[in-house]
């Protein structure tokens, strides 16, 4: 092997146009050490170990951070660039170590690696952007996103203007200062979204208003940021072919939107139902990715700009679009885009705030600070003028100041370009994770969006006339749930007498997409992956309401969102319609043979928020309908429809009754009720305890008259502890096809549930739920629980609910 030479590279500066300009010379062929390292050489000289080397360090160090600052709630994108501030910051310290691992000949190969992976990372947010936002976008939204960008970035002009003639500030620092309040005054659509992401805020209303707004705001700033630049250097050089180019960005514009789209779209309609992508089609739209990033550099623009409109080219949401999310957005997000980070923490320079600079510094600062205040004032005050609650238009006002990793690239870019000084391009970086990291944080501890459900007038089945409407939000997650909830529906008795209003929302989790969804199943072509379930769902309980001319009435609604926010969605529905009680599918199916066939982590978590903060009653079925025979509330076609109702005590039991009483009325159900008492009391017998045993003897005592002379009965029984409970439960199989209970019941007869199973596998169905929903049982299970009689405000205050 010959002898490599002692000098790898060297550095110096050149004459450039308008300053010294730093050159570095190398040997062409220091790219693969090819295990030099054996023979003494320095193995960093080279540069694809010198890059393995440095993304490693890199994601080990943004993976850390974010570990550390996990408590305080920050995003991973934060993270990745405060780690690597700090990691720069102590690596100055070691000029060696700074010169090994981070020479500056290895900077151009990282630089590349990484602007490539922001273009990749950009792409997946433009996938993820539903363009049929713009078409929906109100006017009132429409003013608050135009007024969000210009009305900071006037208010900041407006104070830069007379600076000259009031203080003594160099050129360079006073060029800058209107960039950087334009940089201030920009809210980009996917920090917006990533942060409600993270906050599960997406669905709410808040989340809705945030996203349309930061949208408009995002066209508005890209809009004025393209005309300025251009007009500023046409003015400049007196040369006015940059106008020209503009004319060019626009025609590229328009063949994607009106040639590069269509031929997505066609390529997204032949993917058949239930399918996957496949690879051919997966490497055309990636080609198209590379074309549109490498035409956007020859027009001037950052390649991520070609990126970004190629993602909105895809169909968001499955199969198109969350296939595309899931193979390139692991590696552009996780493994290159701290790259990119690590590229910005490289100009932030903590030490140019300081010294002479402490002047310029100091009027930057200010020009920051004005601009944030003024954005956040005018989001706020707006918000309040078009009836946004005060709280909302707080948090809505915040959540519009938050920057992301696309303002830190324009940042980046910027001062690549010498267009603002250091001090400014770090003042800018600084500002925005305190603004940034500070909203992540008071969202998270104070803004909960659950209170708005928190109403002051009972909606429970036990609270409503007979001849009123039972409302019933019934959600469905996948085609299987729809047998057991019409099945339960037809036996919930409609008739002229009793009718039923149903509220059907078909559930389906966030994929590919950046924005939630929550429409009427008129509107599904907006979801385009969803319109065959949405079919099928909305022909079955349309046939239900068909069969129940006059008692039933249906309304089909469609949601996309996360699991984690999901009941967002349905406490929005039960709320409007003023739902009496939310049908919920239970996480687990079984099979043919009664064991578990499949279980769905995310519709428990839907479930478990339900109950923990329901507006209005739930109830949780648990169907064994895929087992045969006449133990199924799905396959039981005979006359008569027994159920069996649990009555130990409590407002869920009550509740539980009420329902049952009504079903009692089905002239095909036949009611058991077991009213199970302890043998003996040895509880201490308080003033609530004894309220709650007058209510339990006066609904017993409503039920007997309501259902009298029908095919009702009343079991009186008693037991000592949990395992005659127990014993009791397996005797009552016999013949039932449903058993209701409540969830929780009545503090004096808690011996004859404790201790009824050891280790609780589903807590959210209460004891006797948890216990009937074994593979002891073959009938299937409703778990009722009631809106609780008080709540807990933010305050502590107990707030008792009107009847």
Not at 9 to 18: A, C, F, L, R
Not at 104 to 122: C, I, P, Q, R
Not at 746 to 765: A, K, N
């Amino acid at each position: 092997m010959s002898r490599l030479p002692a000098i790898v590279s060297s550095e110096g500066y050149v004459p450039g146009v308008n300053e010294p300009e730093q050159m570095i010379c190398q040997y062409l062929h220091m790219t693969n050490s090819m295990g030099c390292s054996w023979f003494g050489c320095d193995i960093s000289a080279f540069s694809l170990p010198l890059l393995m080397l440095q993304l490693s360090i890199i994601f080990i160090v943004s993976q850390t951070t974010f570990f550390l600052l996990k408590p305080l709630r920050q995003s991973i994108l934060s993270c990745q660039l405060i780690g690597c501030i700090v990691f720069m910051s102590f690596l100055r310290l070691d000029t060696h170590l700074l010169n090994q691992l981070f020479p500056e000949s290895g900077k151009l190969v990282l630089d590349t690696v990484a602007n490539f992976g922001f273009m990749l990372h950009v792409f997946v947010v433009g996938v993820q952007i539903d363009t049929n936002i713009l078409k929906s976008v109100q006017r009132h939204v429409v003013l608050i996103g135009f007024m969000s960008f210009f009305l900071p970035y006037a208010v900041c002009i407006l104070c830069i203007v007379p600076l000259p003639n009031l203080i003594q500030l160099d050129e360079f620092s006073f060029h800058t200062l209107p960039f950087v309040a334009a940089l201030t005054s920009m809210t980009t659509f996917a920090a917006v979204t990533t942060t409600l992401s993270d906050l599960n805020l997406l669905n709410s209303d808040l989340g809705r208003l945030s996203c349309s707004t930061a949208l408009v705001t995002d066209s508005c700033s890209y809009i004025t940021t393209l005309a300025l630049t251009t007009i500023g250097i046409a003015l400049e050089r007196s040369d006015w072919k940059p106008v020209r180019n503009v004319l060019y960005i626009v025609c590229f514009l328009f063949t994607i939107c009106f040639v590069l789209r269509p031929f997505v779209m066609w390529m997204a309609k032949r993917i058949p139902e239930g399918q996957q992508m496949k690879e051919s089609q997966f490497v055309v739209v990636l080609l198209a990715v590379l074309l549109c990033g490498f035409l956007s550099e020859c027009l001037g623009q950052h390649a991520a700009f070609g990126g970004f409109t190629m993602g909105m080219c895809v169909p968001d949401g499955p199969p198109f679009g969350s296939a595309m999310v899931h193979r390139v957005d692991w590696i552009g997000t996780s493994i290159l885009v701290p790259a990119k980070f690590a590229i910005c923490a490289f100009k932030v320079n903590l030490r140019s705030l300081g010294g002479d600079n402490v002047l310029a510094s100091a009027i930057t600062e200010a020009v920051i600070t004005i601009g944030y205040l003024v954005k956040f004032m005018s989001n706020f005050l707006l918000a309040m003028y078009f009836n946004v609650s005060s709280q909302d238009a707080f948090h809505f006002a915040m959540i519009m100041c938050t920057k992301g990793i696309i303002d830190v690239a324009a940042f980046s870019l910027i001062r690549s370009n010498e267009v603002v000084t250091e001090q400014a391009y770090s003042l800018l970086i600084l500002n925005m994770l305190l603004v940034t990291g500070s909203t992540r944080f008071l969202l998270r501890h104070f803004y909960d969006p659950s209170a708005r459900y928190q109403s002051y007038k009972r909606t429970s089945i036990l609270d409503i006339e007979p001849e009123d409407f039972l409302r019933m939000v019934v959600c469905i997650h996948n085609e299987d749930n729809l047998p057991s909830m019409i099945n339960l529906l037809q036996a919930s008795n409609p008739s002229r007498h009793q009718p039923l209003e149903v509220i059907t929302m078909n559930l389906l989790q966030l994929e590919g997409r950046a924005s939630a969804i929550l429409v009427p199943s008129s509107e599904v072509k907006k979801i385009p992956s969803a319109q065959t379930q949405v079919f099928h769902a909305g022909n079955a309980f349309n046939h239900f309401m068909q069969r129940n001319h006059n008692s039933v009435v249906v309304e089909h609604f469609v949601a996309m969102a996360p699991y984690r926010s999901m009941h967002e969605d349905i406490f929005t529905i039960a709320i409007n319609k003023c739902a009496n009680i939310i049908i919920v599918p239970f996480h687990k199916q079984w099979g043919i043979d009664g064991t578990i066939d499949a279980t769905f982590p995310g519709i428990r978590s839907v479930n478990l928020k339900i109950m923990e903060k329901t507006p209005c009653s739930i109830g949780v079925l648990v169907d064994r309908g895929q087992i045969g025979g006449p133990k199924s509330v799905l396959t039981r076609r005979t006359e008569v429809f027994n159920i069996t109702q649990l009555f130990i005590g409590g407002e869920d039991d009550r509740e539980a009754l009420a329902y049952s009483c009504r079903m009692a009325q089905h002239p095909c159900v036949s009611l058991l009720v077991v009213v199970l008492q302890p043998a003996y009391n040895d509880v201490e017998q308080t003033p609530e305890i004894n309220y709650e045993k007058r209510l339990d003897s006066e609904m017993i005592d409503r039920f007997r008259m309501e259902c009298k002379g029908r095919d009702i009965f009343v079991q009186q029984e008693v037991a000592e502890d949990a395992v005659q409970t127990v014993h009791l439960l397996r005797a009552m199989e016999e013949g039932c096809d449903l058993f209701v209970v409540g969830r929780k019941h009545s503090v004096s007869v808690s011996r004859l549930t404790c201790g009824l199973l050891e280790r609780p596998q589903c807590p959210e169905l209460g004891r006797i739920g948890d216990f009937l929903a074994t593979a002891e049982f073959k009938f299937s299970v409703l778990v009722v629980q009631t809106q609780p009689l008080e709540r807990v405000d933010n305050a502590g205050e107990h707030i008792a609910f009107i009847k």
